[in-house]
């Protein structure tokens, strides 16, 4: 069994997604019970039990949260669009101040023409709708809308970039390096960037735009996930364990330590076949190998 007695497990995080059939008390309990330092919560879990409760289950079992997922979802042309996704937003950030998770992480959205994410476009209503341009300047002016009110609230937004094929429906922004440019006008303790493995690990600039974010102080999180092949139908869903597919993880992880990373690294997959498995199974395998394909590389 992995636990705090074999080695230090203090930086490990669950993401509620990799057991997300779970409730949020029974996430906790699986992270607390394999010897993790922190979870990282997903909206809908804190949502069935209120900020309150899920803050106390959190503190009670010994965890800090590492993230909140999500905000985002920014890309929409219309008025209507626009402010229902500020509003939103600032509910999320309220629900991360309440639960004590200094960092909302972002999937910033995908092309107006998609209306929602997995489905087919609309139908064409004029070349704005699949402007690519467009929409990543859409994220930038959405942040300047949430940012004077995630300040107050002691919350650092934090953009997301996606594998790009995910830039149709779910986010235009798919490096880091055009995350770090959106955060540029910004303060890095008002926007920061997270490093997905999964979305990421293709990237040519990938190694240089990691040492920038860490240089510009906008490292704000580290989530891993493995790219295994054959994909599934639904894309979305085809993330492997760490260790079970083609992602470096010992030089990316390097990387991100060179940088001067120091806060949690989550686990974030998503797979039915791992959802299906027992929460606490699922929460000592994920523990096994970060203890092998990450925390070696930490420093």
């Known amino acids: 069994m992995i636990t705090r007695s074999n080695f230090t497990l203090s930086r490990c995080s669950l993401n509620t997604a990799t057991i997300k059939h779970a409730n949020l ?23 069935e039990v209120g900020t309150e409760e899920a803050g106390r289950i959190v503190r009670e079992a010994g965890l ?5 997922c999500r905000g985002g979802f920014f890309t929409g042309s219309d008025a209507e669009h626009a402010r229902a996704a500020v509003d939103d937003n600032r509910r999320a950030i309220d629900e991360a101040a309440a639960i004590g998770a200094c960092e909302l992480i972002l999937v910033v959205g995908g092309l107006p023409a998609n209306p929602k994410p997995g489905m ?31 300040r107050e609230r002691g919350v650092r937004l934090v953009l997301e970039p996606m594998h790009p094929i995910f830039c149709a429906d779910r986010g235009v922004v798919s490096t880091l390096g055009q995350a770090l440019d959106i955060a540029a006008p910004f303060s890095a303790h008002e926007v920061g960037v997270v490093v997905d493995t999964y979305h990421v ?3 040519p600039r990938l190694a240089e735009s990691i040492a920038r974010a860490g240089a510009e102080g906008r490292l704000a999180a580290y989530q ?23 992602i ?52």
């Open 25 to 47: 008390a029974q996430a906790v309990d699986a992270a607390a019970a394999a010897g993790y330092g922190a979870v990282g919560l997903w909206r809908d879990r804190v949502q």
């Open 64 to 68: 800090e949260v590492s993230s909140l």
């Open 120 to 150: 087919s476009a609309a139908l064409d209503t004029g070349q704005p709708e699949r402007d690519l341009r467009a929409a990543r300047d859409r994220v930038g002016q959405r942040l300047a809308e949430l940012v004077p009110y995630a």
């Open 201 to 203: 690990w293709w990237d």
């Open 224 to 246: 891993v996930g493995d790219w295994v092949l054959p994909l599934k139908e639904d894309t979305l869903n085809s993330r492997g364990y760490v260790g079970d597919g083609y």
């Open 248 to 299: 470096d993880f010992a030089t990316i992880t390097s990387w991100v330590r060179d940088a001067g990373y120091t806060g949690a690294v989550e686990t974030e997959i998503f797979n039915v076949d791992i959802w299906a498995r027992p929460f606490g199974e699922v929460a000592e395998r994920v523990a096994a190998d970060y203890a092998t394909r990450v925390l070696p590389y930490l420093g």
